[in-house]
C-alpha cells in the first residue's frame, strides 16, 4: 500500500492552519493549539518546512511563522519532499538508485513511468486545494475511462 507518512499528514495539517490566516504570524504553540497537534511535532514539522523553504520565520515577541509563498504556490509533492524526501516508489525509482538487479531488470522503466506520474500529480496539487481554500479539478484516468466506454453494459446481477 502507498501511503504517506502520519508525520506528512500532520504537516499538511499545520500548514493549512497557517494557509488560513496568511498575513498573520504563528507562534509553534499557536499552531498547535489550533490544529490540536503534541507541541513537540508542531515544532519538528515548522522547522523541515523552514528548512525546505516553505515557511519563513521570525524571532521576538511578534514572531512566529508564514508561508514563505502563497498557498496556491505551495504544491503537495513540496510537502512531501520536505518531510520524507522525495517521492520514490521502488528503489530505482528514487535520483540515487542503489538497487544491484536495476541493469537485468525489465520492470525498472515502467515503475519509472509510475513513480513520474505520480510525481506530477502531487506537483498539480497545491496547499490551497489541499486546505479547501480552492477546488480541486475532478481526475478522470484515461485508463478507467476507456474500459468505462468499451465494457458490455451489465443488467442486474451481472458481474
Known sequence: MLRISKLTDYG????????????QRLTATEVAERTRLGLP?????????????LLTSTRGSRGGYQLARPASAISAAA???AIEGPVAITECSGNH???DLEVSCSTGNAWQRINGAIRSSLDEISLAQLAGQEVVAAWHPPLAAAVRTTAAPRGPGRF
Open 12 to 23: 499538511t495539517v499545520t500548514l493549512a492552519c497557517l494557509a488560513a490566516t496568511p498575513d
Open 41 to 53: 511535532t508542531v515544532s519538528k514539522l515548522l522547522k523541515s518546512f523552514h528548512r525546505a523553504g
Open 79 to 81: 510537502i512531501i519532499d
Open 97 to 99: 538508485s542503489a538497487c
